[in-house]
């Protein structure tokens, strides 16, 4: 079992940043691949960034250029440098840890983003 925990969440202005942070309780340099998700109101569930154990990322069309994600294992911590934040990108942000056979979810954190 690993639990995640996020945190960073809150409010921003339109063009500002944010950094997301996602606390393993074990090493991440084990997952097969570690990404974060977002879930707006009204909303499914999106893929925003992954991150692969061999240090390839993926990012959704709509923040490529903005999001970056990145991991430190030594801190088994993954996060999400969020700039140039939009709006759109108001939503709950979960970290996610695919394990190859078991799949972890964090609590989620809350980031809004004013006009």
């Known amino acids: 079992q690993v639990q995640l925990v996020e945190s960073g969440g809150g409010l921003a202005q339109a063009g500002g940043s944010l950094r997301l942070s996602c606390a393993a309780s074990?090493?991440?340099?084990?997952?097969?691949?570690m990404a974060w998700y977002r879930q707006a109101p009204g909303k499914q569930r999106e893929l925003v960034a992954i991150l692969n154990r061999f240090g390839s990322t993926n990012y959704a069309d709509t923040v490529k250029g903005r999001f970056t994600i990145s991991r430190d294992n030594a801190k088994n911590t993954v996060y999400l440098q969020m700039n140039s934040l939009k709006p759109e990108d108001t939503a709950v942000y979960y970290c996610?840890?695919?394990?190859?056979?078991?799949?972890?979810w964090g609590q989620g954190t809350q980031v809004t983003v004013s006009s």
């Open positions: 996610n840890a695919d394990g190859g056979g078991d799949t972890y």
């Open positions: 074990k090493s991440i340099s084990s997952m097969r691949a």
